[in-house]
């Protein structure tokens, strides 16, 4: 029995290997997808561009301005002259935001009074303009702060210093190649389970397969173990790109890391062999597995957060099991969680193993046609 | 008569293999030029390369006045072409295929009513406008295919296997409408494997290995071989006596042809003496009219080594039933695949299932390996059920699949390996068994390479010997000498025949007629019924009578089919 | 004669699309799910995110302060005496930030200069932190300012910066994202659907038949190219109609623009998908080739949900040889703006060139040969 199911497994993943279909699928996007992620997917905002309206022209004004332009988030700061070509360059896109200073903004506070400032944010980029408007609130508070003890006065509370915990510099990559462990080990192991079966029906071997004295079950095992093999391996490459090349800390405890990795590849390879198990063809399998990654990556959390999703939504996403493994991913490599919380995440993707393996061995004999 | 068609000296290389070497021959109009060599001769590139669809890397080729590689447009109007695959649109009805091709070979829309309705009413597809392509059945689809080729009435039609496991009625349609056509005037490149197709043509291009063998009459070539050919009857064991034939060096070719066998002797060998044959008495040699065949294994032998046996199992069969249907049957939906089959098969016989593709014998075969449950009726192998019995009984069954089943980016060994280790072979006895079987086969200077990149007839080996590596008692083969030459054929069979004399049953299915002569017993089976059972002389002795008085196994299954479509008043 | 061609292929192609199930689905569903998966579950919008508060000393100026946060739609707040407990939470991803009032805190208020609160944000969340310190020194900056009123005080904040948002006024990631995701739909489908669909065809044999025929290159290209244009065009349609009525997007624009604008995106998306078709030939690799080419970098690269200027150099260079990207700025302006020319001008004119490089390609690279 031991002896067939290492036969079958041998054979998967030299199939696996020597195919030059699927070793292009293994090494070729996942590698592009670790290189175009994480340098793109950013939330950092940099070179911040604006447009300054001054229509004051006086020294507090100016001395106002320098602290822009000296600021590193803002980049290119366009000085423009009148109300329309601010509106052009706003809308056009030239700049992210606009800042007028009105006519009398020195007079007012050299004059030790009050004067407004208008920013001018463009909504059509806003989650960056909101950030941008973050930066520029710093600096302005910054700069009533000096105004303030200069004018003797009774000191303005200063800004709020904060601490960032976990990632004190919000690098983008700290956040996003963790999850990158996750996602693109569960698009390679699910690309091999999903054209596993679907390419031996295409060959005809899977026939061949079901005349042998093998049991359904050991044949789920053989097809399991490849891919568990693999997406471990895949998934320990961005583990150590991770640290030496992106320089993304990892102070968690290795053995849990590979204990939640394994639970969501069980997970995610039960779901991989029920594709396989519904597509007659190599095709349908690539495009069922399409069908699956694209709806569970937007909604695990790995671009935009869980927690802004609809209640109702943030229940169902549960039932996905990347969900689970950023969370693990995040909390492993820059919380050092413990195992009584990583089993908090773990457990879930257990059910989800549980009820989808044997669904896919049950769906196998039913589609033996 | 100016030729339609001159092919002057034409090679093709794919990659680093030469596919096509110094080809020269012409194409006569008003003729039927056969096409014919084994899979992988070149035969569809040299049609792909008169449809002007590839560029020949030596050479030219002219149609119609059109050069093949600079007059694309005038030689596209000048054709009709099939390709392998009917180049059919499975999804549109068998009008809109007909229309579209009207309309992209510019027939004028007033004579489009005309022209298909003569089109139907010639492919015997009138009544079936609105089906879809797509639910046709092969030979309806092969005639379909046909029809589009010669919508626009062309000079030059080229038919690329048109006929290949299509049933042995429609095949007789088609071949009567072409040379209907070639009567006519056209010019017709008919590329075939079947030997007894190219005897019909008015002229074969004989292609072996990319090279051009014969250019002529194929009654000519047969002619060679008159006083060649004889058959031995009579005898107890017949093969026996065919394998010992084999081994002489004067016989060319020895095969078993119902209860007989036919031999060919090698030019200038004297007649062959009875006694030296087969020690039974009775037994008689007759000289007998030569075949095509003969002249095409004669013309292709270039391996004449003497074949390695199989390792004996010591197995001795045993006596009784090994396989049993009764009364089997299944359904998918409304469509009845399979309907209330019955037969059985002894320890030590090779049976034959017989049909076209779609009749049913591949959904039989899975219900008796127990791929497949039946939707009524019992399908027992070894006595046991087993699509209800444990896996492990699996280990008495051999089966070597339609397609060969081979995982083609794995070695031959490693295919090898795989094979025996599911089956439960492990450690001295696995690398025995491989080594031997790499031995008998003649794999040793392939075992590295990938199973895909394997020629047809040694992917056909390796298939054969993963399947019977574990010692089965009980073979099934699934059509497996699809595509390959006929000496490799000759091969597969003498292997078979060993096996059966060790006791081991087999059951063959195939759509090749003349592989039914090899069989103990075969089973016709059309439409999902088997209708007819027995001996191959037994069943043509069903059909003899005052105007077939020896009719071949063909002959025999076309009356058959007839009887039974009349029996039903079912149309085709 | 080459219209009777051109109409016969283009009628046959049309009746496969009917009569092939996969082709509606990709067209038509998955675009709606996608919209519907997006709009819903996609959102840069930080609401109600849990803070933990952490007063260690529960005094009338504490309590207001916690007031001020709960009564901000921004926080969903829990309010704990011990830090330890908050930091337990913030670790295992209970609260995405705890602040601290520490005990002296009423005393401190409005006397020094230093912040007497302590704010720690979770950095596994990014984006979030930084929308989070923003909207807690907001929350902080008002509570001074109503505490200095009540004590009759005024706080000296010389200036005081008064924000207008141009476009979007309720700053709805929903607005942005669901008009790129117009973007994405018609990737799919222009991209995706059709470099499957050649590739089809060689696998069955089809296309062998077919060169086999007087029909020209140019023509067979058209023949695929106009069903799926329409198919694609609808598709869009559904998509805008679903982004106006279901996620009240609004429209500023004109629908003309809208309909140019796209026609000329969908061109370039099929051209591009007819070169990978015809050079795979093979509808494994075609569709491999197409995800990777087309889908992600309209999904990464467009500023669909990225921001291509704040990514490395390599990757804002990469973002601007891909269609999408012109075509996400269209839409976000002409959905949220209007007819903004300044900005439909120099885009479209990115897109012209794109989808004309691919239309020569695809005719150059395709023959009628077999290899």
Known sequence: MLGRILALIIKEMLAVWRDRKSRFVLIVPPLIQLAMFSYAATYDVTHVTMAVLNEDGGLAGRELLARFEGAPAFGRILRVANQEQMAVALESRE?????????????????????????????????????????????????????????????????????????????????????LVGVLTQVVALVVTALSVARERELGTFEQLLVTPLRPWEILVGKTVPALVIGLIEGTIILVAAQVWFGVPFIGSLLLLYAALVAFLLSIIGVGLFISALSSTQQQAILGAFFFIVPAITLSGFATPVENMPDWLQVATLANPIRHILVLMHGLFLKASPAALVWKSVWPMLVIAAVTLPGAAWLFRRRLY | ?????????????????????????????????????????????????????????????????????????????????????????????????????????????????????????????????????????????????????????????????PSVGVDPVSRRELWRMVHGLAEEGVGVVWSTAYLDEAERCHSVLLLDQGKLLYDGD?????????????????????????????????????????????????????????????????????PIAPRFEDAFVAMLDHRHAAIPSLPSWGRHGGNGTVVEAKGLTRRFGDFVAVDRVDFSVAAGEI???????????????????????????????????????????????GYMSQKFSLYSDLSVRQNLDFFAGVYGLGGAKRRDTIARMIEVFGLEHLTGQNAGGLPLGFKQRLALAAAIMHGPDILFLDEPTSGVDPLVRREFWSHINGMAAEGVSVLVTTHFLDEAEYCDRIGIVYRGRMIAIGAPDAIKEQVRSAAMPDPSLEDAFVALVERADWTEGAKP | MILRRLLALVRKETLQIFRDPSSIVIALVLPVVLLLLFGYGVSLDAKEVRLAVVV???????????????????????????????????VAGRFKGMVVVPAEFAGKAGRGAEAPIQVLLDGTDANTSRLVRGYVEGVWGKWLAHEAGQRGASIALPVLPEARVWFNPQLLSRNVLVPGLIAINMTLIGTLLTALVVAREWERGTMEAMIATPVSVAEILLGKLVPYFVLGMAGMGLSVVLGIVLFQVPLRGSLWVLTAVSALFLVGALAMGLLISTVAKNQFVAGQIAIVSAFLPAFMLSGFVFEPSSAPAWIEMLSRVVAARYYVTILQTVFLAGDLWSVILPNSAALGVIAAFFLVVTLRRTHKRLE
Request: with cysteine; net charge positive; charged share 20%.
């Open chain 2, 351 to 397: 049976f034959g299932l017989l049909g076209p593709n779609g009749a049913g014998k591949s959904t039989t075969f899975r219900m008796l390996c127990g791929l497949l449950p039946p939707s009524s009726g019992e399908a027992r192998t070894a006595g046991i059920d087993l699509a209800k019995a444990a896996p492990e009984a699996r280990q008495r069954l």
């Open chain 1, 95 to 179: 700049v992210m935001l606009a800042l007028r200073l009105p006519q009398d903004f020195s007079r007012r506070i050299e004059g030790g009074g009050q004067a407004s400032l208008q920013v001018i944010l463009d909504g059509r980029r806003s989650n960056t303009a909101q950030i941008a408007m973050g930066y520029a609130n710093t600096i302005v508070a910054a700069y009533n702060q000096e105004l303030a003890a200069a004018r003797g006065l009774a000191a303005v509370p200063g800004a709020l210093v904060s601490r960032v915990w976990f990632n004190p510099n919000l690098e983008s990559l700290w956040v996003v190649v963790p999850g």
């Open chain 3, 56 to 90: 260690e000393n529960p005094t009338p100026a504490a309590s207001s302060l916690v007031a001020a946060f709960g009564d901000s739609p921004f926080f969903r707040v829990t309010e704990l005496r011990h830090r330890t407990e908050a930091e337990t939470g913030m």
């Open chain 2, 1 to 161: 008569m100016e030729p339609l068609a001159t092919i002057a000296g034409v090679g093709k290389r794919f990659g680093g293999a030469v596919v096509l070497d110094g080809i020269s021959a012409t194409i006569a109009a008003g003729r039927v030029t056969g096409l014919v060599g084994a899979d992988g001769a070149g035969k569809t590139t040299l049609v792909r390369l008169l449809a002007g669809l590839l560029t020949p890397e030596d050479g030219a080729i002219i149609v119609c006045g059109h050069d093949s590689v600079t007059a694309t447009d005038g030689l596209h109007a000048a054709i009709g072409y099939m390709p392998q695959r009917f180049g059919l649109y499975e999804d549109l009805s068998v009008a809109e295929n007909l229309s579209l091709y009207a309309d992209l070979r510019g027939l004028a829309p007033a004579a489009h009513g005309e022209t298909f309705a003569r089109l139907l009413g010639f492919s015997g597809l009138a009544g079936f406008e609105s089906r879809l392509a797509g639910k046709l059945s092969g030979g309806m689809k092969q005639k379909l295919g046909l029809a589009c080729a010669l919508i626009a009435t062309p000079r030059l039609l080229l038919l690329d296997e």
């Open chain 2, 218 to 286: 194929p009654a000519l070539l047969t002619r060679r071989f008159q006083g060649r050919a004889f058959v031995v009857r009579g005898m107890a064991d017949k093969r026996a006596v065919q394998a010992a034939a084999r081994a002489r060096p004067d016989v060319a070719d020895a095969l078993i042809q119902g209860a007989g066998v036919r031999l060919v002797m090698v030019e200038g060998a004297p007649p062959p003496v009875v006694a030296e044959l087969t020690t039974s008495a009775g037994a008689t040699v007759e």
